[in-house]
């Protein structure tokens, strides 16, 4: 299966900060890599597949970059409704697996 | 708009059996794979399971396999999750959710059930 890890685990960040979040796989997943965002009783929300893409109606401070292992979310100017939890998922290989998450808070 | 709306979460003794169901609309269900993902209170996502298109070809997380089933009646707009011989490390919120297709380095879409709670305890 391939391991998907996040850094880091824990961001405290203030409005209006350039965040920026890791998520390195454990073996090359090509560009098939989403980013989630979820919010305390809610389902996931997709913001961006194949590693660059935004999904419709996501804003455009958030941008995703990467390819084979190492992969990054960056959130340029971070609003209130950005504190959530963000995960990575991969689909280059059945299992499809997601990352442990990063917890986004005010500092 | 398309809505997924998940039924079927309950409290359920270890050994037990209990289908989740997820009726969609707005959108033509044979043209999406569907999956299942859980997720455990206070913790992260467990992908479960997926299905593709047409019925035929199903993946499972070594947790779940052979003790779940993924399937779906395109007529009815619906997807299902049996699920067998439930364990108490099953308890979790599972959500439903769809990609284009069922291959690898398919598209995944943001069509989400709301989420059921199956709880497992004696």
């Known amino acids: 299966d391939i391991q998907l890890t996040q850094s880091p685990s824990i961001l405290s960040a203030s409005l209006g900060d350039r965040v920026t979040i890791t998520c390195r796989a454990s073996?090359?997943?090509?560009?098939?890599l989403a980013w989630y965002q979820q919010t305390p009783g809610k389902a996931p929300k997709l913001l961006v597949y194949d590693a660059s893409n935004l999904d419709r109606g996501v804003p455009s401070r958030f941008s995703g970059s990467g390819s084979g292992t190492d992969f990054t979310l960056t959130i340029s100017t971070l609003q209130p409704e950005d504190f959530a939890t963000y995960y990575c998922?991969?689909?280059?290989?059945?299992?499809?697996?997601f990352g442990p998450g990063t917890k986004v808070d005010f500092q | 708009e398309v809505r997924l709306v998940q039924s079927g979460g309950a409290v359920v003794q270890p050994g037990e059996s209990l289908r989740l169901s997820c009726a969609a609309s707005?959108?033509?269900?044979?043209?999406?794979?569907i999956h299942w993902v859980r997720q455990a209170p206070g913790k992260g996502l467990e992908w479960v399971s997926g299905l593709n298109g047409d019925g035929t070809s199903a993946f499972y997380a070594d947790s779940v396999r052979g003790r779940f089933i993924i399937s779906r009646d395109n007529s009815k707009n619906s997807l299902f999750l049996q699920m067998n011989s439930l364990r108490p490390d099953d308890t979790a919120f599972y959500f439903c959710?769809?990609?284009?297709?069922?291959?690898?380095?398919?598209?995944?879409?943001?069509?989400w059930g709301q989420g059921s709670l199956v709880t497992v305890s004696s």
């Open positions: 707005g959108l033509t269900l044979q043209q999406y794979a």
């Open positions: 959710a769809m990609s284009d297709c069922i291959s690898p380095a398919c598209r995944p879409r943001d069509y």
């Open positions: 073996q090359s997943v090509r560009r098939w």
């Open positions: 998922q991969q689909y280059n290989m059945y299992p499809l697996t």
